[in-house]
């Protein structure tokens, strides 16, 4: 696998971008025109790949809900295999650009496709994506470190090494020690722990004691309409990544998911190819067949041989029972001011301890919001007139009720339009809700630390985490008309 060229990029949120550090191969290039012939594309200046894929990875441009280059269905976009749509000079397209992201950095390359690009070979057969995305991730390792958090000054300091750093890793635009192709996909049958050593590119691999992280994420989607002749359908999404930071060889290790005893059963479960057996009952259980309460409840075990970079282990959906925050949503238009009511009750099973909580009312295809007259009986309530949106920022916690409300009434000028959604017309409108809950998932689903084995002559530390988040929250206004759907929402 080779590079035809390496880019760095440093964003807030598309804003100020640039490219901070880039690097072009000659002698991949040549060979990338002899394959492709005439009709090769030749890879553009930075500005011109800096502002391609800003687009489309959806960074720029935010008020526009589709453009072309983007979000056309013939494109058939998939990330992080990205297309780069090229002008002039030279039209074309570039494909597979890669890449990913972490705070406010993002790492881009373009590998070498051993192929013509017509008719497009399939991306699940191209062995250079999936080792360009593995070199993309050592070398944000070893830009941004193994934490959560980035060290700005620790990143400015790496970044003045990459030229050294690329001339070890990647000489002549080809790494060193990738991965090499393994058994084919319809064997199933997972590389060896006992093969998976350290490559000598991987300049961010850890250093001192071993450690294993289990994280399990859920997301819960919700549609709430306020109308007893309508069903408020929910969903919960959850996933479990590991990331194993160990020197040398990577050891094998056992993932036990558990459930509280009235646990509803984990469902469409999904796991990653490394993992090495697993019971056929675990995986089932399905959420398209009648529920009757017989299904697996777990515990749920996950033997696997870790590959050398973070990876998700596993994913499934549960069914539970309620959704977190119930909500009450009332707009009434009044001459030339809405008269807005709203209500929303944790729900007593949720633990009330919030990361952030916020509840965003947009206007839409209106005019300007001129005046605002609302109280709010907690939390703080912020208004952004050019965007027509209300945030009400709820913080960490609801009050000792468990319910909070907002009464009062917006005006609107008619000096200059906001925002437009083709949806949201006359009363149809919304309360979109954003929170996470650490240390919580609505299934009650949990990885214990003493449950980690990991098989091993050292003894690593284990570290585990749960968290919930919202995702696609909606609470709509149960005075107008509101978009059902009466088939099965999927986050």
């Not at 391609?52 to 983007?70: C, E, F, H, S």
């Not at 006992?194 to 994280?215: D, E, I």
């Not at 499934?316 to 309620?322: D, F, I, K, R």
């Amino acid at each position: 696998m080779s590079l035809r060229a390496l880019w760095i990029i440093s964003h807030e949120k598309g804003e100020n971008a640039s490219v901070r550090f880039s690097r072009r191969f000659p002698t991949v290039e040549h060979r990338a025109k002899s394959l492709a012939g005439s009709l090769y594309v030749a890879v553009p200046e930075d500005n011109a790949v800096l502002q391609l894929l800003l687009t489309q990875l959806g960074l720029v441009d935010p008020d526009k809900a589709y453009i072309t280059v983007r979000d056309d269905c013939l494109h058939q976009q998939r990330s992080p295999a990205l297309e780069l749509h090229v002008d002039s000079p030279a039209k074309g397209i570039l494909w597979p650009a890669l890449a990913i992201s972490q705070g406010p950095l993002i790492l881009a390359c373009l590998p070498l496709v051993d192929a013509p690009p017509e008719p497009r070979p399939p991306l699940t057969s191209l062995l250079s994506v999936s080792q360009g995305l593995t070199l993309l991730e050592g070398l944000q390792t070893f830009l941004c470190g193994s934490g959560t958090k980035t060290d700005t000054e620790g990143v400015a300091s790496r970044l003045t090494m990459m030229p050294t750093v690329l001339l070890q890793v990647c000489p002549l635009g080809t790494p060193l020690d990738v991965p090499q192709l393994a058994m084919p996909a319809a064997s199933a049958v997972p590389t060896p722990a006992g093969t998976q050593k350290q490559p000598a590119w991987r300049t961010g691999q850890h250093r001192g004691r071993a450690v294993v992280n289990v994280a399990v994420m859920e997301l819960v989607r919700s549609m709430q309409y306020g109308n007893p002749d309508r069903q408020d359908p929910w969903d919960v999404y959850g996933t479990v990544t590991c990331k194993c930071e160990v020197e040398g060889v990577l050891p094998n290790v056992m993932v036990t998911l558990m459930l509280p005893p009235n646990g509803s059963p984990l469902q469409d479960i999904l796991v990653h190819p490394c993992v090495t057996s697993l019971d056929s009952s675990i995986l089932s259980a399905c959420s398209v067949d009648d529920y009757d309460g017989s299904a697996f409840s777990g515990p749920y075990k996950f033997p696997f041989s870790p590959p050398l970079e973070p990876f998700r282990l596993c994913s499934y959906t549960s069914q539970v029972p309620v959704p977190p925050i119930l909500g009450s949503y009332h707009l009434k238009e009044e001459e030339n001011q809405l008269r807005v009511s709203v209500t929303l009750k944790l729900h007593e099973s949720v633990k009330n301890s919030f990361e952030y909580c916020e509840a965003h009312l947009p206007f839409f295809n209106r005019d300007q919001i001129s005046f605002v007259e609302v109280k709010v009986s907690s939390g703080q309530l912020d208004v952004s007139k050019e965007k027509n949106l209300l945030v009400w920022v709820l913080g960490q916690k609801f009050p000792k009720s468990h319910e909070v409300t907002m009464e009062g009434s917006i005006r609107f000028a008619g000096q200059q339009p906001g925002p437009t959604d083709p949806l949201c017309t006359e009363l149809t409108a919304y309360i979109k809700m954003y929170f996470k809950v650490p240390d919580l998932t609505l299934s009650g689903c949990y990885v214990d630390q003493h449950s980690v084995q990991v098989y091993s002559s050292t003894k690593p530390r284990i570290v585990t985490s749960r968290e919930l988040q919202s995702k696609d929250y909606f609470i709509w206004n149960s005075t107008g008309p509101a978009p059902v759907s009466s088939g099965r929402m999927m986050l």
